[in-house]
């Protein structure tokens, strides 16, 4: 065969240029390998459901320690119910706009002096915090009123989100409230003797493999140590001083992520409760499960029915460790980890914490700190605080509250821009996945410095004060919302 | 998708495979009719330039396609930078010795 200018065109060119065509075609084919995996929704973190435990896929065994990585620097107490800031806020609520009707015991003009007892103590030793209490309910009155310029744009987030929350309150509410003392309410139920398992380790596998089938993405299993049980209020029980119940011997710890576009397009679009709804079903059902193989069996669940503090649970379980930001931060869904327990007498083998780098991360990301609306989040090289025996993060849980009876949503849903921007709840794609375990394995850090200055530089976010309402921000969003929670895009408007 | 799951992504890295095999099986002519003096090592280091473009390439196409445009248009800036200055050293190393023999 011969070209136009009468040179031959052989065997071998015809292989070279082949060749050399097959070079580009490959390079083209990558480049839409990877634009498919970038859009694929089974790498969103742990949506890739795999009934079976699939996606706890991080090998956890090569970062086992002995000691848990929260600091213990001091002497322990447990949290106690007015450190709890829905526990604090009910009770002003109470006093506000009593339930008999009757006029209120307290009221905005007034003081902490004003406030009965432990309310009072509570508040003359954390000075600023009634004063924020006072902001965070104004703003949810303008929250309010702004409801109804925003009510269109935001319906089908709402809706979304009501339907997510229906489940967990009231009567109907699964699972039910504990009803009597633990000793008690934890044991109602049981239909046969306790089976006796072949081994604690029999006994953590088939729980670990149950949990899944019930759409835990992540579970783990820890002891229930007395320092994390909450103090002066049990659930069944009422206000009460107790010691932990002796029959709480370990804990079934749960996680799953939030839907994964709705996240992505917090703080408006998202909601806490699609996690919640999910989380209340399967420890329900871990509860009823176990129950029915003769063992005594309690949830914890959110938004605020638990009786133990989770993330130290979970970082016991060696699901995680915490975050500058609070939240437990695991290999496999980030900070978009949502916890739930069930606390149990089964004999279970107890999985081993694990270290896989965040606190040298954290120190130097700082990301979260810089995207939180309210700056709840601190910007220190170390955690400045020490919380109850325990040198760790902490946030300013009021100042966050007050952001949550801001933006723009029907009523105090959350913000969770701070799970959203964390570097480590990227998705589940290659990119992310090499970089997240390359940096895991890297001892050096060096690894994570170059990944977050890219994170950083490449990375568009808008800021702050962007995600409040008009005149302080411009309602943004950390990433464009989902089609299918747009109201333009369902509905006439005109 | 059923199709596509069973048989579109299959067919497709199959045939990626037979652009792999065809760009190698070509190569040595290349060689051969530069009058590059190839050894191992020459060889060694090509494949992993190439290597390294395919994965800036899927890199910043996988950042577009989650959304993050403006993350990927910067990591393919960066990395294709990266790759073209690599690939003009790798060039010089590969000629500089087959330019020396020939003198």
């Excluded at chain 1, 119910?81 to 609520?93: A, S």
């Excluded at chain 1, 695991?330 to 694990?354: C, F, K, Q, W, Y």
Aim: with cysteine.
């Amino acid at each position: 065969m011969a070209d136009r200018s009468g040179k031959k065109f052989n065997r071998r060119d015809f292989i070279k240029y082949s060749g050399l065509a097959g070079a580009a075609l490959s390079l083209g084919g990558i480049a839409g390998a990877g634009y498919l995996s970038g859009r694929n929704k089974a790498t969103h973190t742990g949506w890739g459901r795999d009934a079976y435990g699939g996606n706890q896929y991080f090998n956890r065994a090569a970062f086992r320690v002995h000691r848990p990585t929260y600091q213990k620097v001091g002497p322990v107490r447990r949290i106690t119910y007015l450190e709890n800031i829905f526990n604090r806020n009910g009770e002003l609520y109470r006093l506000m706009f009593p339930r008999d009707g009757s006029s209120p015991q307290w009221t905005l003009k007034q003081g902490v002096s004003d406030l009965p007892g432990p309310l009072r103590d509570y508040y003359q030793s954390h000075p600023g915090s009634l004063q924020e209490f006072k902001k965070a309910f104004r703003r949810g009155q303008q929250q309010k009123k702004n409801w109804k310029k925003y009510k269109t744009r935001y319906l089908l987030a709402s809706a979304w989100s009501a339907a997510h929350e229906s489940p967990l309150h009231g009567k109907g509410a699964f699972p039910s409230e504990p009803e009597g003392p633990p000793e008690e309410s934890d044991f109602k139920g049981i239909t046969t003797e306790a089976y006796s398992l072949k081994s604690p380790g029999h006994g953590s596998r088939l729980i670990k493999k149950i949990a899944h089938t019930f759409g835990a993405t992540l579970v783990g299993i820890a002891p229930v140590r007395e320092q994390w049980v909450y103090q002066g209020y049990l659930r069944g029980v009422g206000k009460t001083q107790f010691n932990k119940p002796p029959h709480w011997k370990h804990a079934v710890v749960v996680a799953i992520p939030h839907e994964w576009d709705s996240l992505y397009a917090n703080p408006v679009y998202g909601t806490s409760y699609d996690a919640y709804s999910m989380l209340n079903f399967i420890a329900g059902k871990l509860e009823v499960f176990l129950k029915h193989l003769g063992y005594a069996a309690r949830p914890h669940v959110p938004p605020t029915d638990y009786d133990i503090a989770m993330p130290p649970l979970a970082i016991d379980a060696g699901l995680g460790e915490q975050g500058r930001h609070g939240i437990l931060i695991t290999p496999e869904l980030g900070a978009n980890t949502r916890l739930a327990a069930v606390t149990t007498n089964m004999p279970l083998e107890e999985d081993h914490p694990i270290d896989f780098g965040v606190a040298e991360f954290c120190r130097k990301c700082k990301i979260c700190a810089d995207q939180c609306p309210s700056g709840a989040i601190s910007s220190a090289e170390k955690p400045p605080d020490v919380i109850r025996g325990y040198r760790r993060w902490a946030i300013n849980q009021d100042k966050c509250f007050t952001i949550w009876n801001t933006v723009a949503t029907q009523h105090p849903r959350g913000c969770r821009v701070c799970l959203a921007v964390c570097p480590y709840s990227r998705k589940n794609n290659w990119v992310h996945r090499l970089a997240k375990d390359v940096d895991a394995y890297d001892p050096t850090g060096t690894f994570s410095s170059a990944m977050l200055t890219m994170q950083k530089s490449f990375f568009s976010y808008p800021g702050g004060a962007q995600y409040l309402p008009p005149p302080n921000g411009t309602n943004a969003v950390y990433q464009k919302p989902p089609q299918w929670l747009k109201t333009e895009e369902w509905f006439n408007l005109d | 998708m059923f199709i596509i799951d069973l048989f579109l992504k299959p067919v497709f890295w199959i045939i990626m495979g037979m652009l792999y095999l065809i760009m190698i099986y070509s190569a040595r002519y290349w060689a051969q009719d530069l009058n590059l003096q190839m050894n191992w090592w020459k060889w060694l280091l090509s494949a992993a330039w190439f290597i390294l473009l395919s994965l800036s390439l899927a890199g910043g196409m996988t950042l577009i396609g989650e959304g993050e445009t403006q993350a990927g248009l910067y990591f393919l800036g960066l990395f294709l930078l990266i790759d073209i200055i690599l690939g003009v050293g790798l060039w010089r190393l590969i000629t500089m010795k087959s330019k020396k023999k020939r003198v």
